[in-house]
T-cell receptor, first 111, second 113 residues
Framework: ELKVEQNPLFLSMQEGKNYTIYCNYS?????LYWYRQDPGKSLESLFV?????AVKQEGRLMASLDTKARLSTLHITAAVHDLSATYFC???????????FGQGTRLTINP | EAQVTQNPRYLITVTGKKLTVTCSQN?????MSWYRQDPGLGLRQIYY???????DKGDVPEGYKVSRKEKRNFPLILESPSPNQTSLYFC????????????FGPGTRLLVL
């Protein structure tokens, strides 16, 4: 059974600092997605990672995928308040069109 | 505007009263899916559909039904709702499964008394 775990689940950080959110998964997959959710809102796609070693960057966010370690990271550089949100990773089960989400990481960035 | 719409956005109902949550997309997407979101559990997939008349169970299908008679619509049916189905529901669609990002609807908040 595919399990997806994120850590930390809660993260409070100061503006200007760097930090990383980790997404581990339990069975082989080479398709991983990152989403952002603002309070009371829907989910917004951030990154699609489709192969080992894939790296995507958008502004202050950078995501990477290591399929051998079954690990993806979402790195935040020089955080700003606008990045405060809950971040989810989701992994597609190989051979099935099912998506399994992590629990989410609630990120709060303080001025 | 490309979008996924859901109706209703908010619903309060009583145990056992059948209800349908509609989902529609205007992007000609083949893949559609339903999720429920509960605190501390993230999102869990209920059902998904690869194309018209092709549906399959996700991880938490018990108590739900779906149908896909048209490409754009993917309604979620609760034939006999129970309080444990109180949740926030999201519909999502993508061009195909596997390589494309999913676009999410605005969500439907359901309370079953």
């Amino acid at each position: 059974e595919l399990k997806v775990e994120q850590n930390p689940l809660f993260l409070s950080m100061q503006e200007g600092k760097n930090y990383t959110i980790y997404c581990n998964y339990s069975t082989t997959s080479d398709r991983l997605y990152w989403y952002r959710q603002d309070p009371g809102k829907s989910l917004e796609s951030l990154f699609v990672l489709l192969s080992n070693g894939a790296v995507k960057q958008e502004g202050r966010l950078m995501a990477s995928l290591d399929t051998k370690a079954r690990l993806s990271t979402l790195h935040i550089t020089a955080a700003v308040h606008d990045l405060s949100a809950t971040y989810f990773c989701a992994v597609e089960k190989r051979g099935a069109q099912k998506l399994v989400f992590g629990q989410g990481t609630r990120l709060t960035i303080n001025p | 505007e490309a979008q996924v719409t859901q109706n209703p956005r908010y619903l309060i109902t009583v145990t056992g009263k059948k209800l349908t949550v509609t989902c529609s997309q205007n992007m000609n997407h083949e893949y559609m899916s339903w999720y429920r979101q509960d605190p501390g559990l993230g999102l869990r997939q209920i059902y998904y559909s690869m194309n018209v008349e092709v549906t399959d169970k996700g991880d938490v299908p018990e108590g739900y039904k779906v149908s896909r008679k048209e490409k754009r619509n993917f309604p979620l049916i609760l034939e006999s709702p129970s309080p444990n189905q109180t949740s926030l529901y999201f519909c999502a669609s993508s061009l195909s499964s596997g390589r494309e990002t999913q676009y999410f609807g605005p969500g439907t908040r359901l309370l079953v008394l």
